[in-house]
Nanobody, 127 residues
């Protein structure tokens, strides 16, 4: 079974940046990033297609992430990064990466698509 390990996160002031890292022992199809704030449901942030081929690196973003967050992977054996820029207090939460397969040919942002989850890393943004 695939194992995923997260790192990064921390505390910054509004407008600051952080980078999260997710490493898997194998990359099959999709790697997604999710976040969960206290008292709220888990939200899909971004996903990336991690398998070999012309679709490698294809990304998908949630509404809250567009224009501010960037998910990337240099090659099929590299870690997956989530660059968080122009952070806002509303971005505070526990961020998870997860590995999963394709759904309808895409790497979506529904948690049910992903089977293997990291432990989560805290991101705190102060006003």
């Amino acid at each position: 079974e695939v194992q995923v390990v997260q790192s990064g996160g921390g505390s910054v002031e509004a407008g600051g940046s952080l980078r999260l890292t997710c490493e898997a022992d194998q990359y099959n199809y999709c790697l997604g990033w999710f976040r969960q704030a206290t008292g709220k449901e888990r939200e899909g942030v971004a996903s990336i297609y991690t398998s070999r081929g012309p679709s490698h690196g294809t990304t998908n973003y949630g509404a809250s992430a567009k224009g501010r967050f960037t998910v990337s992977q240099d090659n099929v054996k590299s870690p997956v990064y989530l660059q968080l820029d122009n952070l806002e207090p509303e971005d505070t939460g526990l961020y998870f990466c997860a590995a999963g397969g394709l759904m309808n040919g895409n790497c979506g942002l529904r948690a049910t698509q992903y089977r293997t989850w990291g432990r989560g890393t805290q991101v705190t943004v102060s006003a």
